[in-house]
């Protein structure tokens, strides 16, 4: 009922949309640049999704009903024990044949730039073995910017699905929290292109000062030096260490 709405009060840009598989799991990571983000891809996807959102909307009159009602699985952001609840609940939508979404950022971008995602989703791809779909949404900010009560209507946003990033490709690695940080890092530089942000890496609402360089994501040409690349990282884990 609010797709006809919604694709009246703003001029909706789809792209990629028929990389999106008719059924079975899959995980969709998008860009977190405004409040709005969720809801218009839940309104342009034409399968159901479940989304995470922060547990804080349970506080909240105007959103403590709406939002489970519509598929939002509240997170604990305080990380552990309290965040692997939703991950559980998470996992089970997939493995019910269903789609899942998450914003790897884990909060909304303040400062416009994309920053880097943490690997909760690249662990689900790789429990469950289905493929997460990047996503660049641009234009939100501009309808609904961080602090605004509402949105405003008649702009224009795209929301661009990009190539799946499969997790068999790092189902070699020994060490699976590195495979789940190089799943992710090929997921955040494809949301980069997708999105046009600008790549920094550092996590969304940290003052780390860590330095913005980054090794560039993972290709299929890649796999014949992938043993070597193993080598390397185990050898960068153990000087860290």
């Not at 330095?211 to 043993?227: C, F, I, L, N, Y």
Request: hydrophobic share 35%; net charge positive; proline share 8%.
């Amino acid at each position: 009922m609010a797709r006809p709405i919604a694709n009246r009060l703003w001029d909706l840009t789809l792209e990629g949309y028929e990389r999106l598989p008719h059924d079975g799991p899959a995980i969709l990571c998008p860009n977190h640049i405004s409040f709005l983000d969720s809801a218009l891809l839940m309104l342009t996807v034409p399968r159901n999704i479940s989304f995470v959102g922060k547990a804080e909307y349970m506080d909240s009159w105007k959103t403590k009903y709406l939002f489970p009602a519509v598929g939002m699985i509240p997170i604990d952001r305080t990380g552990g024990e309290k965040s692997q609840g939703a991950l559980d609940a998470a996992k089970a939508v997939l493995e019910r044949g269903e789609l899942f979404a998450i914003f790897p950022e884990g909060t909304r971008s303040r400062n416009g730039r994309l920053h880097k995602g943490r690997s909760g989703a690249a662990r689900l791809a790789m429990d469950v073995g289905c493929p997460i779909y990047p996503v660049g949404i641009t234009g939100t900010i501009d309808i609904q910017p961080p602090g605004a009560k509402a949105p405003r209507p008649f702009k224009p946003a795209t929301i661009r699905i990009g190539r799946p990033v499969k997790p068999q490709r790092y189902a070699h690695r020994s060490e699976k929290h590195l495979a789940w940080r190089s799943m992710i890092d090929e997921v955040m530089f494809e949301i980069r292109e997708l999105s046009g942000q600008e790549y920094v890496n550092t996590y969304a609402g940290s003052e780390s000062s860590e330095p913005v360089g980054v090794s560039r994501p993972g290709r299929v040409s890649d796999a014949v030096a992938a043993t070597e690349s193993e080598t390397a990282e185990r050898q960068l884990v153990s000087l860290a260490g």
